[in-house]
Every structure is written in structure tokens, then in C-alpha cells.
């Protein structure tokens, strides 16, 4: 599992140690009515959230700063396209940095 040492904010809570955070889940079930098990891969930063879903052309695109709570889904709305746009690139960089790279591990529990 890739990430980030957590260990500056335990030194200073207000630190930061990254920008957005990546989900990445993956689920036996088809529970998004895909016709497949759940494959979606979210980007939230601190004011976006952007989730893609495999088998899917659609999904979700959230202004959190206007719209914290999530309520209006901005994915299809063409005012947005820029912002999709560019969160989408900011998903894709974040799945590139956090592939695996090798199948050895580099560290052991």
C-alpha cells in the first residue's frame, strides 16, 4: 500500500502532507448496477471531490467548497467541464504516482 508519512501532523496538527487523497475501491458485488463487481476510483481535495466508476461513462463531481454536503452532482452540467477536466487529470496523475512498481516488497510488517 502506497502513501504518505502521517508523522509531521502528530508534531504539528496543522501541517499537511498532501493535497487531495485517492480511493481506490474494489467490491465482489455489483453494487452500482453495472452489470459488474464495483471497480470506482475517487479523488477528494479540498474542494473537489471526483469519482469514476469502471463500465460506467458517468459519475460524480462534487464543488465542494459551494456544496459541502454533496448534494448536486455537477458531473454532466457542461458549466463544469473545465473543472471536470482538471480533476480528472489530477486523478489520473494520483493513480500513476501510486501504482505499484514492483510486486516485491520494499518493507515488512
Do not use: C, W
Not at 462534487?62 to 454533496?70: G, H, I, N, S
Amino acid at each position: 500500500m502506497q502513501g504518505h508519512d502521517l508523522t509531521p501532523i502528530l508534531r504539528e496538527p496543522a501541517a499537511q502532507v498532501r493535497d487531495h487523497v485517492l480511493v481506490e475501491e474494489d467490491q465482489l458485488f455489483d453494487l452500482a448496477g453495472l452489470g459488474q463487481p464495483l471497480r470506482m476510483r475517487t479523488i477528494v481535495t479540498s474542494d473537489t471531490r471526483l469519482t469514476r466508476y469502471a463500465g460506467s461513462s458517468s459519475g460524480e463531481l462534487y464543488d465542494l467548497a459551494a456544496d459541502p454536503d454533496e448534494m448536486q452532482n455537477l458531473d454532466a452540467d457542461p458549466r463544469f467541464a473545465k473543472l471536470r477536466a482538471a480533476t480528472m487529470e489530477q486523478l489520473t496523475d494520483s493513480l500513476v504516482d501510486h501504482a505499484d512498481r514492483d510486486r516485491r516488497p520494499t518493507f515488512m510488517a
